[in-house]
């Protein structure tokens, strides 16, 4: 690995983005302290322990360890640090617009322990239009050592997927850096030289993936670097909800979805990723997104119908998996339901915005005794799913025995790989709602409900294994 010892770096939040973008840069041979207001995560990141999970960013964390530092105080970080990244969270507040208190917070304490020197704060967090400039005039209204055009605000919109953090960071499709100053490019391309370097050899631990070629740099003005966040996201929750409205009328007319979108997908406009039809998407991006890019709309009186839209359909998939067990089991009062999958996707504990909780809120609120399953997630639910009313099993075996009806909530490896002739021999009632389609060969008795595609019912003869 090259080493790129001169510029020296700050990551202020260490969630997801944070960590990926803090690793990553150490994993590059940068120095890089990480920030948080949170002790706690602090203290975990010092003992070397991650916050979150994800498979594979621990061996990375330990590789890069003695290039990263992890600290509550702003003093012991910015004022050495030539690039600082805001990486803190935007959540989504009533009215759908996000709320930037802590994006605030970050940009004023950033302000106080400004040198005085050229250095450049860059924001990684997902922020409306027009952010950049009012973090620009909150570090000029809060430095101490306040010396005009000393630093430059560059908007560097994250594209990382949660469980897969780290290889997004080090491997993305492109960089996007938009600045109204060129000394701001100028420096993130000095930053980011190596990812932009096809001979640049990537930590041991991350290989490059087969036929990986670099990133295209795409440098933009604040504004638009802001807006590409947003449409990017938009553009793959509009694709989701496409699916999933495709897949309704495909259950209409007796096609399959998984036959439309492998046949579609196979045109390069199109393309086949971000088509699985299913329970929906979760997580606190796509709808925290959608609903801001809405909000900012109706700002300027501008309505924004495919997004309200692409919204409703994803509401609408929710309903719909509790309503297909309805279908079987009309009443639901006293009958035994396994949830297998808490997380809002795979490789993950997060659970903001999973279609689990609404479906388990639901079941519950019908009189049905639940009982989930989760690989990793179920401490995190205990800890903010206390709400809920269920019991959790340690073993898929353990949450379907004598269990009415089970639903797949997520694609967890070890579900699309079950044995599903062995898994409903211990049901009192062989029916699975699969809400993301991942029964690839039917099981030879019981019912299967998918999303978009024909049920298999009780008793009847084994289907074909399907593409
Ligand atoms: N989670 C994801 O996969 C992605 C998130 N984003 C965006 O990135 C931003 C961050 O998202 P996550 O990493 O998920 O957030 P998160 O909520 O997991 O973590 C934010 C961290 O910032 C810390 N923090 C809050 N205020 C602070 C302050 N004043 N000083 C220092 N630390 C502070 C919190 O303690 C927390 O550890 C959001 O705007 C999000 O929309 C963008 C791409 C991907
Ligand atoms: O801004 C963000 O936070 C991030 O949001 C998403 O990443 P993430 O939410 O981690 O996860 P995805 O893999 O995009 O999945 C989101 C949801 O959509 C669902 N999904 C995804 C793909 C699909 O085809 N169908 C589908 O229902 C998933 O199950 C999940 O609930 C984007 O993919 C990232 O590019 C972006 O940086």
Redo the contacts with the bound molecule.
């Keep these: 690995m090259r080493s790129t010892e001169a510029l020296k770096v700050a990551v202020?939040?260490?969630?997801?983005?944070?960590m990926g973008t803090a690793v990553m840069l150490a994993s590059l041979g940068y120095d890089v302290v990480g920030?948080?207001?949170?002790e706690r995560?602090v203290e975990m990141l010092r003992r070397g322990e991650l916050p979150i999970y994800e498979p594979g960013l621990e061996d990375l964390l330990r590789a890069s360890a003695e290039r990263l530092r992890w600290t509550s105080d702003y003093a012991a970080a910015i004022p050495e640090a030539d690039v600082i990244f805001i990486?803190?969270?935007?959540p989504p507040m009533a009215g759908g617009a996000p709320n930037l208190q802590?994006v605030a917070?970050?940009a004023q304490?950033v302000a106080r322990h400004l040198n005085g020197k050229l250095q450049v704060v860059v924001n990684?967090?997902?922020?409306p239009v027009g952010t950049g400039d009012w973090v620009s005039r909150l570090l000029e209204e809060h430095a101490e050592n306040y010396h005009a055009n000393r630093y430059v605000v560059v908007s560097n919109?994250?594209?990382?997927?949660?469980g897969t953090?780290l290889h997004d960071s080090l491997y993305p499709d492109r960089i996007v850096l938009g600045s109204d100053r060129p000394q701001g490019i100028a420096r993130m391309r000095e930053l980011y030289a190596p990812l932009l370097d096809q001979t640049f050899t990537p930590p041991a631990c991350a290989p490059r993936p087969e036929g990986y070629t670099v990133p295209e740099l795409v440098t933009t003005s604040l504004s638009s670097a802001e807006m590409i966040k947003y449409a990017a996201n938009a553009f793959l929750a509009l694709k989701i909800s496409f699916a999933n409205e495709i897949a309704g009328l495909c259950e209409c007319v007796n096609a399959d979805i998984l036959e439309v979108t492998y046949g579609i997908g196979f045109d390069r406009r199109i393309g086949h990723r971000f088509l699985a039809a299913g329970a929906g998407w979760g997580?606190?991006?796509f709808g925290?997104?959608t609903s801001a890019l809405i909000s900012t709309g109706g700002e300027y009186g501008y309505a924004m119908p495919i997004l309200e839209a692409a919204i409703q359909i994803n509401q609408r998939q929710r309903h719909l998996v509790v309503n297909k067990l309805q279908r079987h089991l009309p009443r639901l009062q006293g009958k035994r339901v396994a949830v297998l999958g808490l997380a809002f996707k795979p490789n993950t504990d997060d659970l903001r915005d999973a279609p689990a909780h609404d479906c388990i809120a639901r079941l519950t609120a019908l009189g049905a005794k639940v009982r989930v399953h989760d690989p990793v997630a179920l401490a995190a639910a205990r800890r903010e799913w206390s709400h809920l009313k269920y019991d959790e099993a340690q073993s898929v075996e353990e949450a379907l025995r004598g269990a009415d009806a089970v639903l797949v909530m997520t694609e967890w490896p070890e579900y699309c790989a079950l044995d599903w002739d062995v898994a409903l021999s211990g049901m009192r009632n062989a029916l699975v709602i699969d809400t993301r389609n991942v029964i690839r060969t039917r099981p030879r008795y019981g019912t299967v409900e998918q999303i978009g595609r024909r049920p298999t019912l009780m008793g009847a003869a084994p289907l074909e294994a399907s593409a």
């Design positions: 202020v939040g260490t969630g997801y983005v944070g920030v948080d207001i949170d995560k990486c803190v969270g935007t802590y917070e970050a304490s990684k967090s997902t922020v919109p994250e594209f990382l997927r949660e953090a997580g606190s991006c925290k997104d």
